[in-house]
């Protein structure tokens, strides 16, 4: 992970669930988990940029607080497990494009979020050799079904601008 590339993240009031479900009814099947919440920031990423940049906490920012994102739908992205929102939210458009524009002025180098809304709860982090991928992707699909049928809605309590390695590590430091 570069060490220089700053972002914004949404940080939420709610406890995620998901990542101890996942861990528990996996664990027999032997892979090794990063688990948001544990390993890092429960979170969601407005926008990165890959260019060191110094920039503002803005106080508008504190008007994003009480916020929320529905989140309807887990994926398997191949070790990865992410949350998604369908249903993206008007004024986390707004924030992004805000951000591009201010970031690119201060030499910044972004990429555009597509319109959706995501967040990664679990990285598989250590597969054995007799993993069973099988087992997993049906375990995987109840959890998947779970959410799907019973959306986690999420509140934002803090916008933060970070550098993003510091950001991510920050539970491991105890920070």
């Known amino acids: 992970m570069p060490k220089d590339k700053v972002g914004v993240y949404l940080l939420f009031k709610e406890p995620i669930w998901i990542p101890t479900l996942i861990?528990?009814?996996?664990?027999?099947?032997?892979?090794?988990?990063?688990?948001?919440?544990?390993?890092?920031?429960?979170?969601?990423?407005?926008?990165?940029?890959?260019?060191p940049i110094q920039y503002h906490y803005?106080?508008?920012?504190?008007?994003?607080?009480?916020?929320?994102?529905?989140?309807?739908?887990?994926?398997?992205?191949?070790?990865?497990?992410?949350?998604?929102?369908?249903?993206?939210?008007?004024?986390?458009?707004?924030?992004?494009?805000?951000?591009?524009?201010?970031f690119k002025e201060l030499g910044g180098q972004c990429w555009p979020f597509p319109p959706l809304c995501h967040m990664t709860l679990a990285r598989m982090s250590d597969i054995p050799n007799n993993f069973d991928g099988q087992q997993y992707i049906n375990t995987m699909e109840s959890i998947c079904d779970m959410v799907t049928g019973n959306p986690v809605t999420l509140t934002v309590a803090e916008v933060r601008f970070a550098n993003t390695y510091n950001f991510l590590t920050s539970l491991t430091k105890g920070q």
Do not use: C, M
């Open 23 to 51: 861990q528990y009814t996996t664990k027999n099947l032997g892979p090794q988990w990063l688990l948001a919440g544990v390993n890092f920031p429960v979170h969601t990423t407005a926008l990165e940029s890959e260019a």
């Open 58 to 102: 803005e106080a508008k920012w504190k008007s994003l607080a009480g916020k929320t994102i529905n989140f309807d739908r887990l994926i398997l992205d191949g070790e990865n497990v992410v949350l998604l929102s369908t249903n993206f939210e008007p004024w986390l458009d707004e924030l992004r494009a805000s951000l591009e524009t201010k």
